[in-house]
């Protein structure tokens, strides 16, 4: 079945940065589109960023672009997303998703 397991959130200030990991399994990853939603406390889950299967097209919010960095690793079945100069309104449940699957969801919150 296919399993979506988020890692790598925290509480970092604003300003700093993280990386968050989400490792499939149970499907052939590179035939997929992945995406990163986030959700914040009293608010719509909403679209980050997404990866083409092979990760040569990207795309993001415009709240986030300039900042993050969706990439994947095929050969690894993860995708990942880097977020530099983070700031507090990015504070939010960060999920994985392929097709109509969602992982468990990754705390991040930015804070000082």
């Known amino acids: 079945q296919v399993q979506l397991v988020e890692s790598g959130g925290g509480l970092v200030q604003p300003g700093g940065s993280l990386r968050l990991s989400c490792a499939a399994s149970?499907?052939?990853?590179?035939?997929?589109?992945m995406s990163w939603y986030r959700q914040a406390p009293g608010k719509e889950r909403e679209l980050v960023a997404g990866i083409s299967g092979g990760g040569g097209s990207t795309s993001y919010a415009d709240s986030v672009k300039g900042r993050f960095t969706i990439s994947r690793d095929n050969a690894k079945n993860t995708v990942y997303l880097q977020m530099n100069d983070l700031e507090p309104e990015d504070t939010a449940v960060y999920y994985c998703?392929?097709?109509?699957?969602w992982g468990q969801g990754t705390q991040v919150s930015v804070s000082s």
């Open positions: 149970g499907f052939r990853f590179s035939n997929y589109v």
């Open positions: 998703k392929v097709s109509t699957y």
